[in-house]
């Protein structure tokens, strides 16, 4: 049973364009934690958030976390090539951080 | 610092054999967790290990085994393989303080079976 829902699956874009990518569960958690990961790698840590309605940035990515810690969202602004991969959503639980239950991903592919 | 390393890299296997994959967790981490990655299933966790006990269990038959090493080094069996154990096999490392901390992911292993 997947706990963690990510729209959209795959999403192509041009370089310049701005996108978001949700990530939805009928469950709470203490932390969630945003990932990417490229062909051949494990995934990278991005982010952790852990307070409700928390809204961090890291240059042109903007992380904002659920009010009910239900729900966060990812939006990327301008877009580059260097951006494509899979984008990957992990929530812990409370006592137990390092059992992640990941999101079902989403394929982001940026174009020149 | 070097970071999370497994071996092997790479694996093909046939059905009905045993496999052991390993994890060389970064320096100072106590913390080792298992997933396994598939195109259907995405990510799902498998196990953690810390200080040499099971910490934490995903919903995995009996066929998937780990230990941990007083070095903190991991390994991860799988008897009696099938089919769709064919998966990207992923270790991360961490503190394994109570909050956890973060977790840092190795290359992964991938296992084919035939």
């Known amino acids: 049973t997947q706990l963690l829902e990510q729209s959209p699956q795959f999403l192509s874009i041009q370089e310049g364009e701005n996108l978001t990518v949700y990530c939805n569960s009928s469950s709470v958690f203490s932390s969630l934690q945003w990932y990417r990961q490229e062909p051949g790698e494990g995934p990278v840590l991005l982010v952790t958030?852990?307070?409700?309605?928390e809204v961090k940035k890291l240059k042109r990515l903007t992380f904002q976390f659920g009010d009910a810690r239900k729900d966060s969202s990812l939006h990327i602004t301008a877009a580059q090539p260097g951006d494509t991969g899979l984008y990957l959503c992990?929530?812990?639980?409370?006592?137990?951080?390092?059992?992640?239950?990941f999101g079902t991903g989403t394929r982001l592919q940026v174009t020149l | 610092k070097a970071g999370v390393t497994q071996t092997p890299r790479y694996l093909i296997k046939t059905r009905g054999q045993q496999v052991t994959l390993s994890c060389s967790p970064i320096?100072?981490?106590?913390?080792v967790s298992w997933y396994q990655q598939t195109p259907g299933q995405g990510l799902q966790f498998l196990f953690e290990y810390f200080s040499e006990t099971q910490r934490n269990k995903g919903n995995f038959p009996g066929r998937f085994s780990g230990r941990q090493f007083s070095n903190s080094r991991s390994e991860m069996n799988v008897s009696t393989l099938e089919l769709g154990d064919s998966a990207l096999y992923l270790c991360?490392?961490?503190?394994?303080?109570?909050?956890?901390?973060?977790?840092?992911f190795g290359p992964g292993t991938r296992l084919l079976v035939l």
């Open positions: 320096s100072g981490h106590r913390s």
């Open positions: 991360a490392s961490s503190l394994g303080t109570p909050r956890g901390g973060t977790q840092y």
């Open positions: 958030v852990v307070t409700g309605g």
């Open positions: 992990a929530g812990a639980y409370t006592g137990t951080a390092s059992k992640l239950t």
